[in-house]
């Protein structure tokens, strides 16, 4: 199947700064890039989704100022975290959808848990 | 609002036998859903999905069956094994565009 890199897989920063997350999609050509946040115990949340070359759309409630989302080519999104404070850390999890997949189907990142010192 | 949900948070189930996990859905206009499995500290992992088209689908050890009627959903894995042993979210997607809602989740534990 389809194979969704994330990078880093684990970061630890301190509140206040920047910080980067990347998504690959291996070995397709990923059309639209979804970017969920799961906390401690509890689901999937998605935050955005993005499509190449265009803006990424927000979910209610997510700031897209301090939550930048990149998609400038078919295989890499980014996600940065601008500002961060402890209640931004949580497990972040990207997924990716080509433009030639059986609607619906996403395949999933493995993750980048962010901690917020 | 619409959401997806989970009646059980935790199922503890015997390694060999069947497990039995629960979704339900509110929104009417959802018309396919997957089934995921999540490990501790890895992202989702695709088993199995249906349409609602269908009411029963079946995989390797999975089965997921779909009740439109009531809005539910729900996935039974045969034999248990402990490498089973995970979080389990279902996961709807509308007609209407290609996001997904995650429900709840239900951790599932299995004692040897």
């Known amino acids: 199947g389809a194979v969704v890199s994330q990078h880093p897989s684990w970061v630890i920063c301190k509140s206040g700064t920047s910080v980067k997350i990347e998504c690959r999609s291996l070995?397709?050509?990923?059309?639209?890039m979804f970017w969920y946040r799961q906390f401690p115990k509890q689901s999937l949340m998605l935050m955005a989704t993005?499509?190449?070359?265009?803006?990424?759309?927000?979910e209610q409630g997510v700031e897209k100022d301090k939550f930048l989302i990149n998609h400038a080519s078919l295989t890499l999104s980014t996600l940065t975290v601008t500002s961060a404070h402890p209640e931004d850390s949580s497990f972040y999890i990207c997924?990716?959808?080509?433009?030639?997949?059986?609607?619906?189907?996403?395949?999933f990142g493995p993750g980048t848990r962010l901690t917020v010192l | 609002g619409e959401s997806v949900g989970l009646h059980l948070p935790t199922l503890s189930v015997q390694e060999g036998d069947n497990s039995i996990i629960n979704c339900a859905y509110s929104?009417?206009?959802?018309?396919?859903f997957i089934w995921y499995k999540q490990e501790s500290g890895k992202g989702p992992q695709f088993i199995i999905d249906?349409?609602?088209?269908?009411d029963k689908r079946q995989g390797q050890r999975v089965t997921v069956l779909l009740n439109k009627t009531v809005k539910h959903l729900s996935l039974q894995i045969a034999a248990t094994q402990p490498g089973d042993s995970a979080v389990y979210f279902c996961a709807e997607n509308r007609a209407a565009g290609n996001k997904l809602t995650f429900g709840g989740g239900t951790r599932v534990l299995v004692k040897p």
């Open positions: 929104n009417s206009a959802s018309d396919y």
């Open positions: 997924s990716a959808a080509g433009e030639l997949a059986v609607r619906n189907e996403q395949f």
């Open positions: 993005s499509n190449e070359g265009s803006k990424a759309t927000y």
């Open positions: 070995d397709f050509q990923a059309t639209t």
């Open positions: 249906i349409r609602s088209n269908m």
